[in-house]
């Protein structure tokens, strides 16, 4: 299990940072947070798939003056890169997957605590306020000048099964409104549509706490699906495991649920039964969001609908948002996707992969490479059974990069390498038409491939980059002297 973290909050996940070189930086210039901010950190550190010139690996940012808004600043990027992931989970960046697998096992649940101690609720709103307007309170971002709204990126949205009372995490995209509505995009198959779906079939509201602005061992948990975190399973008992200790909550101020205690700020309010709104309703631009292939997503025609009923906050709270296409997405998602390719494949084949990368290019959903040991003749084949369970673990997964245990997985150069050398396409390559896949990949679109039915609709494809085992020995790479560089270069890392 892992040791109790100095980080339980994002305060001291910010402070962390300040003390880590170049990983950290703060602008008190004012900053307009339609596109503007935005615009800013694609160029200071978004990486991902988001639009070049961008940096990878680019700093944590901090903006302390918004436009338009008074004793709040703006956060984005803290999970922009590996290496920061792993400084706040106490982990080497390369094993991150195998952390967050064995967190599944040693889940830590959350506990409730007194709002007295709450430090989420210091200040509270109410939306039956003469003054309440969401948009005044609250600095959401556009991330492009033809986004349908302001949108809340990074809010964590927790809500509980109507009937089973079993409660659910997720990261949802949220577009502002009006004064008190938010409406809801809930990619199909996700528990709280689930739960949304239940509440509606019985003519009632399903409350919900959105929750902004929290320790970056919460917004990676909360990123899991199944089948590793199946129906019912509370992925903040994951970020306790994280963490080394339980998620405080607190019960809301307004509604009958829990909000995340230390958050920053956290909106309460019922997602309405049989209410629908478009998307870009205030903007008609047809566009929605950046999202994670590196696209505009396109504005939903009807969509769910949040009636907001408070805000509470800290005292000077820190808001926290992300670009859709960064690193950071990548880092969300695909940490736990490792994860539970991991769990898979470990299950049905022990000690044969021996590691998982859920690729940036492929926003940490799409696109996977996977490092398989052939030890003997009769492991050739289960590479690509392994890469099957891959599919099965993950179902939003596009394609598998199949290579051998003497390829670097992180360095795109060395997997590509491998690409070129141990690949033939028309035997290592392996179609699986037909599948359901991720919705917001532009390509799954009939009018793109004869054999897609529908949208969301995608051949899923194995490269198969691994040496036949009977040739290996005709593979092995240039073997160099091991030396200590140190004593040549005392600094170098």
């Not at 944590?60 to 803290?78: C, E």
């Amino acid at each position: 299990m892992t040791k109790k973290s100095s980080v339980y909050d994002l305060r001291s996940a910010l402070e962390l940072l300040k003390t880590l070189p170049g990983e950290y930086v703060e602008t008190d210039t004012e900053v307009d947070p339609h596109a503007e901010l935005s615009g800013v950190y694609r160029y200071v550190g978004a990486g991902g798939t988001c639009l070049r010139p961008t940096k990878k690996n680019g700093p944590a940012m901090v903006f302390k003056k918004i436009k338009g808004f008074r004793d709040i600043s703006v956060a984005i990027g803290l999970n922009g890169s590996r290496k920061r992931v792993g400084e706040f989970l106490n982990c080497d960046p390369k094993k991150l997957g195998f952390l967050l697998k064995d967190s599944v096992k040693h889940a830590i649940a959350p506990v409730e605590i007194d709002a007295v101690n709450a430090v989420c609720q210091e200040v509270v709103h109410l939306a039956s306020d003469p003054d309440f307007d969401i948009r005044k309170l609250l600095p959401a971002p556009t991330n492009t000048e033809e986004d349908a709204g302001p949108y809340i990126t990074m809010g964590l949205c927790y809500a509980s099964d109507p009937e089973t009372h079993e409660s659910d995490i997720t990261i949802h995209r949220l577009c502002v409104q009006s004064k008190d509505e938010l409406t809801m995009w809930l990619t199909p198959g996700r528990h709280i549509d689930a739960f949304r779906m239940k509440a509606e079939n019985a003519g009632k509201p399903l409350p919900i706490s959105i929750s902004i602005g929290v320790d970056p061992a919460i917004e990676v948990a909360a990123c899991f699906e199944p089948p590793t975190t199946p129906l019912g399973f509370n992925e903040l008992s994951i970020a306790g495991a994280l963490r080394g200790h339980p998620v405080e909550m607190v019960q809301c101020k307004t509604i009958n649920e829990k909000a995340i205690a230390h958050a920053e700020i956290v909106i309460e309010g019922e997602l309405l039964p049989d209410v629908r709104m478009q998307e870009d309703i205030n903007t008609q631009t047809g566009k929605a969001m950046p999202e994670f292939p590196g696209y505009t997503g396109e504005a939903k025609a009807a969509i769910p609908v949040i009636k907001v009923k408070a805000v509470t906050h800290r005292h000077n709270p820190i808001w926290r948002t992300t670009l859709g296409p960064g690193e950071e997405h990548v880092n969300m998602a695909g940490i736990p996707t490792e994860a539970s390719i991991l769990d898979l494949v470990e299950r049905a084949m022990p000690g044969k992969l021996l590691n998982v990368f859920a690729h940036s290019a492929g926003g940490g959903k799409l696109l996977a490479v996977m490092q398989f040991k052939k030890a003997a003749a009769t492991d050739e084949g289960r590479q690509r059974q392994a890469a099957l369970l891959a599919f099965s673990a993950f179902p939003e997964l596009k394609h598998v990069i199949l290579v051998d245990e003497d390829v670097d997985i992180f360095d795109s150069d060395d997997v590509l390498w491998a690409m070129q050398t141990r690949y033939q396409g028309d035997v290592d390559t392996v179609f699986i038409p037909g599948v359901r896949c991720h919705p917001l990949d532009p390509s799954q679109v009939p009018e793109y491939s004869p054999t897609i039915l529908q949208e969301g609709m995608s051949c899923k494809t194995i490269f198969d980059c691994t040496v036949p085992f009977h040739l290996k020995a005709h593979f092995e790479r240039s073997k160099f002297m091991t030396v200590d560089v140190k004593r040549f270069l005392p600094d170098f890392e």
